[in-house]
């Protein structure tokens, strides 16, 4: 239930908010800081930006006319507090629950959100699309958009600026500083010159000096333009943004309401070009606990108000992400050519934990998986080992350079596919769906992908071993299943299988994870009297062409199951058969691939999506035994005829 909170209990829209004393918009600060913290605690997420962004929050939807002003929230993380003024508060408890809130922005959700982000540094170029837009269609709505600095890190951000400074559209662009600390200390001096050079006296003063200067000879107009930017850039910094084509204004205190207003006051009636405000903030602001951790609570399970203690989920088997990072720092040990790669995601692809180890053979290149990859490609070509970590679903954002800068030049980099699979709370823009779709069809790649946590320390000891081309193995999110652990792993042959339980009637062959509930499935189906062969592919490229045709040709039923889209493992396989001919032979086993369905799947609990998904063990057996009563009810009219 929401908290009973005096002015927040009196906003149900921004409308509402524009109508309150902007004196009461630190108690309304107060107070809205308060409800994310409840509402959090109860359903987990991201809490320490939204935390951040209140203030921020409150004097965006204050100043600008939204929904008709466009407010864009880069990735999203921090947009719970715009949730909750928006008519959405009372289902913030709801927050990446099945059937609730995304934890994201969302179109399909609110009309106050113009733009789906869950994948950083896509503000400003949908922002500046939206401008251009309007102003092909003669609107005069204000376009504002919110970036972090860690997102500025991206190149597409700055491509869309260069865009935004050529096209000179209305624009607003607010840089939320609160990790970088590119910004000159921020005080009662800082402010007051923001609030000045974005007033329309000093604009059209600067207007005017600049309209004499250029009519000054060419060398005087040079000197005198090279003089009031270097001035500017003294007192307010901002010379980048500036010679990107942006008026740049700050940096703010992005918790004092009586900046963030006159300024954004000032900016929002800015005509002539595009603005950048530069607002500094702190990440988990208000919350002691937030405030004294690392990562500044970035990203939370349910935890408990009073003490900030997370709960913890109890698992006698280890995550996957830290099983590959200790396997992976084994591998270094004995070879000082392994280097790793991440984007911005040390902690979530475990790599924080072999940078303790090798901090100098770890790269952390910022929210710019392109760049990684490339850059991965390079150290390749010098005789190192780079394992490049990068989840799935950010790895979509490098499929060019996964193309023309690893695999047409057949450069050995490692691609250590982390959050394969279905990921549960954040849904659809997080789901690690495409991968072994868009690796396999590229010449000389290897696709691999771990079964359980054992198989997954083979695979990075082979990963480590393999020199003549690019190589990818995949795994999931959470922990695994609990199998015994080898010390090291053991390299294995490219391209073969392995068959775990013999069987004469139907074959199940597994790529991934899903191998645990095949063996469910299996058993279930030798209970009903139908023999089952359960085998593990480990590799989609190369397949095993030898246990692939061995199933199809001695078993009536082979199903292939995996954690992907249509066009992965199953493809493969159904390629393989068509090409040999086996689906035409007399005999043949009667052939079927269990995929993701062909849609985007909300966000619940990833063993609930599973089951929706049919990729459970009942979803298995129910499969295998439609495959076997059409198999049935093909024989009569194949004999008839």
């Not at 829209?13 to 409840?38: M, Q, V």
């Not at 060019?400 to 849904?427: M, S, T």
């Not at 989609?540 to 246990?547: E, G, I």
């Not at 063990?617 to 004999?639: M, N, T």
Request: hydrophobic share 45%; with cysteine; charged share 25%.
């Amino acid at each position: 239930m929401p908290l009973h909170t005096p002015l927040l209990d009196a906003i149900a829209t921004p409308e509402d908010l524009r109508r309150l004393d902007a004196r009461d918009l630190p108690g309304l600060a107060a107070e809205l800081r308060a409800e994310l913290i409840d509402a959090v605690s109860t359903t987990g997420g991201h809490l320490g930006a939204g935390l951040g962004v209140v203030e921020l929050t409150l004097a965006l939807h204050y100043v600008f006319d939204t929904p008709r002003d466009k407010l864009i929230w880069d990735v999203g993380h921090q947009a719970y507090p715009h949730k909750i003024l928006t008519g959405r508060r009372d289902r913030i408890r709801t927050l990446r629950q099945a059937g609730g809130l995304s934890g994201f922005t969302r179109r399909a959700e609110s009309e106050y959100d113009p733009f789906g982000a869950a994948h950083s540094s896509t503000s400003i170029s949908a922002g500046l699309g939206m401008a251009a837009a309007r102003d092909l269609a003669g609107g005069d709505e204000a376009v504002v958009a919110v970036i972090g600095d860690g997102a500025m890190s991206a190149g597409m951000a700055y491509e869309a600026m260069n865009n935004a400074g050529a096209l000179r559209s209305r624009l607003v662009v607010v840089l939320n500083d609160n990790d970088m600390s590119i910004a000159p200390p921020v005080g009662a001096m800082s402010a007051y010159l923001a609030r000045i050079v974005s007033g329309g006296a000093y604009r059209s003063l600067r207007g005017a000096a600049r309209e004499i200067a250029r009519r000054l000879p060419s060398p005087l107009y040079e000197k005198a333009k090279r003089s009031e930017r270097y001035a500017r850039e003294w007192f307010a910094g901002g010379g980048l943004f500036e010679e990107l084509g942006f008026y740049y204004v700050g940096p703010i205190d992005g918790h004092e309401l009586d900046h963030l207003l006159p300024v954004l006051r000032n900016v929002r009636d800015v005509r002539d070009g595009p603005v950048l405000v530069h607002v500094v903030t702190r990440k988990g602001k208000g919350y002691p606990p937030a405030e004294a951790a690392a990562d500044k609570y970035h990203g939370v399970v349910p935890f408990d108000v009073d003490t900030g203690k997370q709960a913890k989920a109890k698992s006698n088997a280890p995550a996957y992400t830290r099983v590959f990072a200790e396997a992976l720092a084994k591998e270094a040990e004995a070879d000082d050519r392994i280097v790793a790669v991440t984007a911005a995601m040390p902690n979530g692809t475990g790599l924080d934990l072999f940078g303790a180890r090798f901090p100098k053979r770890t790269f952390d290149v910022g929210i710019a998986e392109q760049h990684a990859v490339t850059f991965a490609a390079g150290m390749a070509t010098r005789g190192f080992k780079p394992f490049c970590a990068i989840y799935s679903t950010f790895l979509q954002r490098a499929f060019d350079q996964v193309v023309h800068d690893v695999a047409i030049q057949g450069l050995p980099v490692r691609f250590a596919i982390d959050r394969a699979g279905l990921v549960g709370a954040d849904g659809a823009t997080h789901a690690g769906s495409f991968d072994v779709a868009y690796l396999r069809c590229l010449p000389g790649m290897v696709v691999m992908a771990a079964a359980d946590e054992a198989e997954l320390v083979h695979m990075v000891a082979t990963a480590a071993a393999h020199d003549s081309g690019p190589i990818a193995f995949r795994y999931p999110r959470g922990e695994g299943v609990g199998v015994e652990m080898p010390e090291r792993g053991e390299v294995l042959e490219i391209g073969k299988g392995r068959v775990l339980r013999e069987g004469s009637r139907v074959a199940i062959l597994s790529f991934g994870t899903r191998l645990a509930e095949a063996l469910k499935a299996a058993d279930e189906l030798a209970a009903r009297g139908l023999s089952t062969t359960v085998a593990d592919a480990r590799f989609a490229k190369p397949l095993d062409r030898d246990l692939v045709l061995g199933l199809a040709r001695t078993h009536e039923i082979l199903l292939t199951v995996e954690e992907g889209c249509a066009g992965g493992f199953g493809s493969a396989v159904a390629e393989l058969l068509v090409e040999e001919g086996v689906m035409q032979a007399p005999g043949a086993a009667k052939f079927a691939m269990m995929t993701l369905p062909d849609r985007f799947q909300d966000h619940d609990k990833p063993e609930r999506m599973y089951a929706a998904a049919g990729l459970d063990a009942k979803g298995i057996v129910a499969k295998a035994l439609a495959a076997i009563a059409s198999q049935d009810a093909e024989a009569p009219r194949a004999e008839s005829a």
